[in-house]
């Protein structure tokens, strides 16, 4: 049973998924066919806002890590809103906070 | 004296005075008148002939006139017989004194004669006329008098009686006022309830019944008080009613009844007035005639009330009530009667009672006869009929009717009709039968306790549901405690005394025991009977044999407990040890369970037996005949080949021989004394992994409905089994595996003290990410890794696998831990395509000038803690990326002096989320605990650290944990 609750916000050839709770295994295996979904919607920016989540755990790091990958292959944008303190730290921890596309103000997107 | 003689004087004079009348005066002048005048022509001659004349003259006035009018008569006589007749003529002069003192003598004689006898006469006169008057008075007093009781004979209302009452008495005494009061209820005042002369608004007054008052005073005495002079009479105080009305006298008489005082009637005059004994006896005889009319007024009212009490209650009975004279004549028939027996009163009255049919006759005249004689019946019951010819059950209740002199003049008689209660009678009877008849189809038996003699009745089908012969119970309740078993004997009594105690219902179970000791259970239903006392005097019941439903839900209990107690553990043999336990006595006197190993061998996992002795033969026998799943005629090795389960609801001497192997084993079989038995495969997702066998004594016959708990029973043991071989079988895979990816044992370094635990997530089923490795790299240059890659389970397990041995070869040329992880990044990147990560933390130690020179690298894993012998901890090293990613990973070496005393720690994310969820909130506890362990060895601090883990709880990782703990050894 996963501890996810997850909203997506679509629009304008982008989506908004915004993430609450614990981000593990479980959560994982109900979030990656949504994100894979939006994904085959050719939208040109999926944003991930980790701002409500309270775990991270390494299936989390791979599925993000797989999501990246896969943005970059196909010429899309994933960018991330970090999530607080315990969570950024880590993506600091492995220095993914210098590859990812971390936004850390999400309204500077819709400026782009 | 003188007073009195002087009141004779007036009774003279006053009288006198009244009688010169007129006419007295004429006479008087008119008499001598005429002798003056007539006398020179009459033949008279001479003074005495004239003297005769004037006497004559005097005496008529005297006659006519009285006393005065004889003297004013004789004045005027004297006159004219001295100026005409006495010489000289015709001159008043006395010459012939002689003559005229003579006439003046005579005359005035004759006129004190004739007057005194004038006056007896009057006086006699008046006498008669008083006593006649007398006479008159007394009979008026006698007439009103018997006016008054006529009324009051009369049952005329109390107000018209009061009435003529007061007018009579105002009437007969002549006074003006009369009233009449009755004494209020309590006594405090009386009330005017009828009067006369009185003044608008006193009819219906209160007056004071003080002990003061004319009323109070009267009633005390209980006698007449007469007043003459109210004015002057000091015994009572001032009555406003009297006053106002200016009464001077009266008379008061009491008005009694046969309860006391009932009122008073007065007689009072506004003049002075002196009462006679007359008056007064009068009044009270009227008084009197008021109080017995009144009591016998009350009298008649009461006879009357309860005479129509009679009516109504004959009248409103739902009960025939019928009466007949000594000749059968009916005299009475009430509604009732008219409804029951369909004659109207019309129809009944007067005629021979109609109700007694033809053949009956002959009864009711033996019966009539005997309440004519005198005698009552009551309940006699016997047939009658109705007016439509109907027949009627009746009860008679008789009784004679007796007339004034005692004489029996008829029968009265209560017929309630029993037709409805006779039905309902049969209608009990025909419902105890039935109910007899259910008790008895539902094994169910009634009782009846006599709580103080102790006696108990029961039905007959309780005796063989204790297993008793027919009368084999002794019949007391002392008696039927025999019966029960004696563990439950106390608490019976208990449950019995409470039901009666508290004149509650008793519903208890217990047990009894029958005549060939075995055990039955008993439910127990009673209802207390209290007397009209309300104190328990009986009680009765139901008794039923609930051992049936006993043994199920016990069964099932076990059933709940037994599946319960398998699911808790892992370790199947003892807990088909505990089931075996638990099934005895419930299921089963004896209870074995045998196991197939692995080796396709039997082995005996659990025997259990009510008695311990034979528990031990059991054993003996099984060890001696081990079960063989290849021999036909093994029960057991039956349902071990075949999987199906047994039944053997009587074991039979026969067939226990053919069970047996040898004469030996049969008779050890024989000494079991087995009487049913149920053999029931351990069968889960096809494999039947042993048998279970439920052996009973006498006593005990398995049913299908056992078998299919057992079956039950069997199929949650065997699923429980399967699961932990399964688990079993997982864990020790995991186990191994986990074990080949890390050191078999740690090497010894020189001047390092190393200790490491890992610990995996969960049940430790699968093979977690976590790994650690320490190795000498090169000639007295050590390594010591730590890592964790991204998954778990065997897929985690290669790249476990390929990271260690990849560190372990790089390792070998390159001295820059940094080096090292970017092979094994490369080393990822080429063996997995994408998803598949790991962190790794590379460290190498070379002996430096005091302690040990370090140099470390982190691949994305979190940073290891310097402890220093002074006790600060802190982090050491620099972040790295994640390897197995990226192709340019950013990796930095980071060098530190490690003095003598100095911890380094290395440890895996597991650790610090164990604390908490936020990995800087665990590095923190982390850091406290190290600092905490300053001055212990490395082996301490790794068990330190993991004391800290299981004080959180262990079982709820969720992830691998892994740490070394190195210490530079002080020198």
Not at chain 2, 642 to 667: F, I, K, N, P
Not at chain 2, 933 to 961: H, P, T
Request: hydrophobic residues 45%.
């Amino acid at each position: 049973v996963s501890a996810i609750t997850y909203s997506v916000e679509q629009g304008a050839g982008r989506a908004t998924v915004a993430l609450q709770g614990e981000l593990d295994i479980a959560a994982v295996a109900e979030l990656e066919p949504e994100l894979e979904r939006l994904e085959r919607d050719a939208l040109g920016l999926i944003v991930l806002d980790l701002r409500g989540l309270t775990f991270l755990d390494s299936s989390g790091i791979r599925m993000i890590l797989a999501a990246d990958a896969r943005a970059r292959e196909q010429g899309r944008r994933l960018a991330l809103v970090p999530g607080p303190e315990p969570v950024h730290r880590i993506f600091e921890l492995a220095l993914l906070d210098r590859r990812l596309d971390f936004v850390p103000d999400p309204s500077s997107l819709d400026q782009a | 004296m003188k007073a009195s003689r002087w009141t004779k004087v007036a009774d003279w004079v006053a009288p006198a005075r009244a009688r010169l009348s007129a006419a007295g005066i004429l006479a008087a002048i008119v008499g001598p008148g005429l002798v003056t005048a007539l006398a020179p022509i009459t033949s008279l001659e001479g003074k005495q002939g004239i003297t005769a004349l004037y006497l004559a003259a005097v005496v008529a006035a005297t006659m006519i006139g009285g006393l005065w009018a004889g003297l004013l008569a004789t004045a005027l006589s004297l006159l004219g017989l001295d100026y005409f007749f006495v010489e000289p003529v015709h001159s008043f002069s006395t010459a012939d004194k002689d003559a005229l003192i003579t006439g003046a003598v005579a005359s005035l004689l004759a006129v004190i004669f004739i007057d005194r006898v004038q006056r007896r006469r009057e006086a006699l006169q008046r006498k008669a006329e008083r006593a006649e008057e007398e006479m008159a008075s007394r009979a008026r007093r006698q007439e009103a008098l018997a006016n008054l009781g006529r009324i009051a004979l009369t049952a005329a209302p109390r107000e018209r009686l009061y009435g003529d009452v007061v007018s009579l008495v105002a009437d007969a005494l002549d006074v003006e006022f009369s009233s009449l009061l009755e004494v209020a209820p309590g006594g405090q005042e009386a009330i005017i309830r009828a009067c006369v002369g009185w003044r608008e608004g006193t009819l219906g007054a209160a007056v004071s019944t003080g002990p003061d008052s004319l009323a109070g005073y009267t009633l005390s005495r209980d006698e007449p008080v007469v007043i003459d002079d109210l004015r002057g009479d000091g015994r009572f105080a001032d009555s406003p009613i009297l006053q106002e009305h200016q009464v001077v006298s009266g008379v008061v008489v009491p008005i009694s009844s046969a309860e006391g005082p009932f009122g008073l009637l007065s007689a009072m005059s506004r003049s002075r007035r002196r009462f006679t004994t007359d008056d007064v006896q009068f009044v009270r005889v009227a008084a009197t005639m008021v109080g017995s009319a009144v009591q016998r007024g009350s009298a008649q009212d009461a006879l009357r009330e309860a005479r129509d009490e009679f009516q109504a209650l004959i009248e409103a009975s739902p009960v025939p009530i019928v009466a007949y004279d000594r000749d059968g004549i009916v005299t009475l028939w009430n509604p009732a009667a008219e409804r029951v027996f369909g004659w109207t009163a019309e129809e009944a009255l007067g005629r021979l009672l109609p109700i007694v049919p033809e053949h009956m006759r002959e009864e009711f005249d033996r019966l009539r006869e005997a309440v004519l004689g005198g005698r009552s019946f009551s309940g006699f019951e016997t047939t009658r009929r109705r007016k439509d010819g109907s027949a009627i059950e009746i009860s008679v209740s008789n009784a004679p009717v007796r007339d004034a002199f005692g004489n029996v003049r008829g029968v009265v008689a209560l017929d309630t009709d029993i037709t409805e209660r006779r039905r309902a009678e049969r209608a009990i009877r025909e419902s105890e039968e039935k109910l007899r008849l259910a008790l008895e189809a539902a094994a169910v038996g009634w009782w009846d306790w006599n709580v103080a003699t102790g006696e108990v009745l029961w039905s007959d089908n309780l005796e063989p549901i204790h297993g008793l012969p027919p009368g084999g119970f002794a019949g007391t309740f002392e008696g039927y405690l025999e019966h029960i078993h004696p563990d439950d004997r106390e608490v019976f009594q208990e449950a019995v005394g409470r039901a009666i105690s508290e004149a509650s219902e008793l519903d208890f179970e217990f047990r009894v025991i029958w005549p060939d000791a075995s055990v039955h259970w008993m439910q127990g239903i009673g209802h207390v009977l209290p007397d009209e006392n309300s104190k328990p005097v009986r009680m009765i019941g139901l008794g039923r044999d609930v051992t049936e439903r006993k043994q199920r839900e016990e069964a099932l209990a076990f059933l709940a407990e037994a599946s319960e107690a398998l699911s808790r553990s892992l370790d199947y043999e003892r807990t088909l040890r505990e089931v075996a336990r638990l099934a005895v006595p419930r299921l089963a006197d004896c209870c074995v369970v045998d196991m197939i190993e692995e080796e396709r061998s039997v082995h005996q996992l659990a025997v259990a037996h009510v008695d311990p002795d034979m528990e031990q033969l059991v054993r003996d026998l099984e060890q001696r005949y081990p079960t063989d799943p290849e021999l036909a005629t093994s029960p057991m090795g039956r349902a071990l080949r075949t999987g199906q389960a047994e039944l053997v609801s009587s074991l039979s001497d026969e067939l226990l021989a053919e069970y047996a192997r040898d004469e030996e084993h049969a008779a050890g079989l024989r000494q079991l004394r087995l009487a049913s038995a149920m053999f029931v495969p351990l069968t889960a997702r096809g494999r039947t992994s042993g048998v279970m066998a439920f052996l009973a004594s006498s006593g005990r016959r398995y049913t299908p409905s056992d078998l299919s708990l057992a079956k039950d029973l069997a199929r949650t043991a065997a699923l429980a089994v399967d699961n932990a071989r399964l688990y079993r079988q997982r864990s020790r895979v995991a186990r191994t595996l986990q074990r080949s990816l890390l050191p078999p044992e740690l090497p010894v370094i020189p001047g390092v003290e190393v200790a490491a635990r890992y610990q995996a997530a969960g049940e430790g089923l699968e093979v977690g990410g976590d790994f650690y490795d320490l190795f000498e790299a090169e000639q007295r240059d050590w390594a010591v890794v730590i890592g964790d890659v991204c998954g778990k389970g065997v897929d985690a397990a290669a790249v476990t696998g390929l990271a260690r041995h990849t560190i372990r070869a790089a390792s070998m040329g390159e001295q820059s831990p940094s080096a090292v992880l970017r092979k094994l990044n490369d080393a990822v990147l080429r063996q997995y395509a994408q998803g598949t990560f790991c962190t790794v933390v590379c460290a190498r130690l070379a002996e430096a000038d005091a302690g040990r020179r370090a140099v470390l690298a982190s691949g994305g894993h979190p940073l290891p803690f310097l402890l220093s012998a002074e006790g600060e901890a802190r982090i050491v090293g620099t972040n790295g990326s994640l390897l197995g990613v990226f192709p340019d990973p950013e990796l930095e070496d980071s060098e530190l002096e490690l003095d003598p005393g100095d911890v380094l720690v290395l440890y895996t994310d597991g650790l610090v989320e164990h604390y908490d969820q936020s990995l800087a909130a665990g590095e923190k506890r982390l850091a406290e605990i190290l600092r905490e362990s300053v001055g212990l060895g490395a082996e301490e601090i790794a068990a330190k650290i993991e004391r800290s883990i299981q004080e959180i709880g262990s079982g709820s990782a969720r992830d691998d944990i892994a740490f070394v703990v190195l210490r530079v050894l002080p020198a």
